[in-house]
């Protein structure tokens, strides 16, 4: 018995079938075929192959069936290809979005353009007065997003809505005369939004001085 590596056989069949394809002697091909049977193959560590050719037979059972094969054909024949002959992927509707709505969605959490809505000015105002007031649209939710306070001396103020029937309110506290500017990516409110019809305010918690002016603003959104 001959011991080839696989090179080696490689080698002397590509010579032989050279021959057989220029002599045309029919003994060329019993040669390589006697060579086949009787030769031991090894791989480049020198290991036989024999070992693993005697594992590649399968049961029937484990082969797909052709329906089975049919049944990818039916998914893979739905397959569309560019000029390119890359894969063409049609996302769906909803993900296909533009950049002013990727922008808003990044910038405030939601599909929103935040807008101020300023209050007038007030002097010396009575407790409890709206100094500016939002009432959110049939059908929508409100989102607070940023507020502005102005007043000429210390006061607190709260900013109120409704959610779920539920009254909520934020203090401020000024511990002097100034103005407040305040605005965020996250809602105010978030996961409590300002229920349809009801409104938004600011109202400032003790009476304004005789004199002393007031002013608030918010920044709303709603959808």
């Known amino acids: 018995m001959v011991e080839l590596t696989y090179n080696e056989l490689k ?3 590509t010579e032989k079938l050279r021959e ?14 006697d060579l086949l049977l009787s030769a031991i193959l090894k791989d480049s560590t020198g290991s036989e192959l024999s070992s693993y050719v005697k594992n590649i037979d399968v049961l029937l059972s484990t082969r797909a069936s052709e329906d089975t094969l049919g049944s990818i054909r039916s998914k893979t024949d739905k397959f569309s290809f560019d000029d390119q002959n ?24 939601r599909n929103v353009t935040p807008t101020w809505v300023i209050g007038q000015e007030y002097t010396g105002p009575a407790a409890g007065t709206a100094l500016v007031s939002r009432t959110v649209s049939t059908g ?46 996250i809602a105010l409110n978030e996961g409590l939004p300002a229920d349809a019809g009801t409104s938004v305010t600011i109202t400032n918690v003790n009476a304004g001085s005789s004199g002393i002016v007031y002013q608030c603003a918010l920044l709303y959104a709603e959808m």
């Open 140 to 185: 929508k939710t409100g989102y607070i997003y940023g507020f502005m306070i102005t007043a000429g001396e210390a006061n607190d103020f709260k900013i109120n809505w409704t959610s779920g029937t539920v009254a909520y309110s934020k203090r401020i506290t000024f511990g002097g005369k100034g103005t407040v500017y305040f605005t965020n990516n």
């Open 86 to 109: 890359r894969l063409a992927i049609q996302n769906p509707p909803n993900l296909n979005i533009d950049l002013t709505t990727l922008q808003a969605l990044i910038r405030w959490g």
């Open 20 to 33: 057989e394809l220029t002599s045309g002697d029919p003994n060329t091909k019993k040669l390589l075929t």
């Open 11 to 13: 080698r002397l069949l």
